[in-house]
């Protein structure tokens, strides 16, 4: 597995699609309201533990939004399409939340750190790194 050397695209791309799939279960569920987006969390907070746990949810989320892009790329059908994204969705969600030590809403908020201060994002590189031979 290759690391990309920055987080924006990638990160971006799970953190928009994990945000608009939880708002949606969230209103389909009728859970309690939820807190505001996660704001950037200050390096100082966010524990080594946390971000070796989120290295490890994130290769997962990588993981199923390569499955799905080939497979999303694949099908001309927008309505299928649709379908595939949807379920995508749901795959990162689930990605995330069965990964050890990491909730949905600790995973945005580290990438929004992550994409706020480069500290942050050179910290969870790094454990990306450490943490891709173990995914494989």
Known sequence: MTIRPT???TALLGSVLLAGLAGQATAQEAAPPRPAPAQAEPSSRLSDEKL???AVAYLKVDKVR???T???G???DQTARQSLKTEA???MIEAVETAPDMSLEEYKTIIT???ADPAVAQKVQNNLRSAA???N
Do not use: C, E, H, V
């Open 133 to 135: 031979p173990a995914a």
């Open 66 to 68: 390569q499955d799905y």
């Open 113 to 115: 750190a992550a994409q």
């Open 70 to 72: 080939a497979r999303i």
């Open 89 to 91: 969705n749901q795959k």
């Open 7 to 9: 987080l924006s695209r």
């Open 52 to 54: 070796k746990a989120f």
């Open 74 to 76: 694949g099908t001309k």
